[in-house]
């Protein structure tokens, strides 16, 4: 099970800090995603980490703004977004999959957690 957290309503500028607990099963072996969804947009990749080995993965319109990490110790996923612009205002979803085929694609992912609002004001 995964559950998201720490959207809001920020200005442009500003950063957040989402969550995404997981629970229910070992996720030591996933690929943890991010993934946002504007009204009206296909849902999109953000970016991703590999839990074992720690390598992460960018969307182009988040790299350096963005960061992903891990804690194993508090089972959750984090993503901390500065500079954010307007145009990252979307529902934010964590996911999770052992081995998806392509890990930009949320179609990949087996699990969800439900979403978190994001919006950024300009």
């Known amino acids: 099970q995964l559950q998201a957290c720490g959207g809001g309503s920020v200005q442009a500028g500003g950063s957040l800090k989402l969550a995404c607990a997981v629970s229910?099963?070992?996720?030591?072996?996933?690929?943890m995603g991010w993934f946002r969804q504007a009204p009206g947009k296909e849902r999109d990749f953000v970016s991703a980490?590999?839990?074992?080995?720690?390598?992460?993965y960018y969307a182009d319109s988040v790299k350096g703004r963005f960061t992903i990490s891990r804690d194993s110790d508090e089972n959750t996923v984090y993503l901390q977004m500065n500079s954010l612009k307007p145009e990252d205002t979307a529902v934010y979803y964590c996911?999770?999959?052992?081995?998806?085929?392509?890990?930009?694609?949320?179609?990949?992912?087996?699990?969800w957690g439900q979403g978190t609002q994001v919006t950024v004001s300009s």
């Open positions: 229910g099963r070992t996720f030591s072996s996933y690929i």
């Open positions: 996911a999770a999959d052992l081995r998806p085929g392509n890990l930009y694609v949320p179609g990949a992912y087996v699990f």
């Open positions: 980490i590999r839990w074992g080995g720690g390598s992460t």
